[in-house]
């Protein structure tokens, strides 16, 4: 398809174990984003990669949050030793090239996780 | 404070009615700003795009901004049953983090 497409679309795991997320971001878009939306708290942006350039960590909540993009396209979100709190939906949004097309975010249907 | 406050609601409204919606900020240096609408289980998409001061029509939808009182608007007129779903503001710097800070999002939900 062409747009950001995510996987899994639900995830339920147990408290402590690891989980992946994935995200196939629109191809040629070199932005790519995480975002974390829990019930009633709005959108929390996680981490951002742009090309080669180092990603901004920025809202990463924890050391049991990582990312990574690989070949500049494909992103996985791993959470560790998951938590009850970690229960929330995970947003991926690419976006075009800086400087084309405007700001405008593509968003995927993003992966629900649950943990127990 | 938080640097971006928006009324979560929920917002009811019959039928043809008109719709604002509205965020304020705190943090001066927001350049640009969006509306996006996410129907439920699925992903926010743009509505509407702006990066000045005063008004932007798009159809049913007008985007204003008032930079000199940080604080944005989303009207919607003649609203109908399939504009129920819930409205998020966004902004950022210009020439600063690509990061885009989001609202808490407003649910409307438009009655037939």
């Known amino acids: 398809g062409a747009g950001v497409s995510q996987s899994p679309s639900n995830k339920v795991t147990e408290k402590g174990k690891d989980v992946e997320l994935r995200c196939d971001p629109i191809?040629?878009?070199?932005?790519l984003y995480w975002y974390r939306q829990s019930l009633g708290q709005g959108l929390e942006f996680l981490i951002y990669f742009q090309g080669n350039s180092a990603p901004d960590k920025s809202g990463l909540p924890s050391d049991r949050f990582s990312a990574e993009r690989t070949g500049g396209s494909v992103s996985t979100l791993t959470i560790q030793r998951t938590q009850q709190e970690d229960s929330a939906v995970y947003l991926c949004a690419s976006r075009q090239p800086p400087g084309l097309a405007g700001q405008e975010l593509f968003f995927g249907e993003g992966s629900r996780l649950t943990v127990l | 404070q938080k640097e971006v406050e928006q009324d979560p609601g929920p917002l009811s409204v019959p039928e043809g009615a008109i719709v604002s919606l509205n965020c304020t900020y705190s943090n001066s240096a927001f350049q640009y700003f969006m509306w996006y609408r996410q129907y439920s289980r699925k992903g926010p998409e743009l509505l509407m795009y702006t990066y000045s001061s005063g008004n932007k029509e798009d159809g049913r939808f007008t985007a204003q901004v008032d930079k000199s009182s940080k604080y944005i608007s989303l009207f919607i007129r003649d609203s109908q049953p399939s504009d129920s779903a819930t409205y998020l503001c966004a902004m950022n710097f210009q020439g600063g983090s690509e990061k885009l800070v989001f609202g808490k999002g407003t649910k409307l939900t438009v009655n037939p």
């Open positions: 191809s040629g878009h070199t932005a």
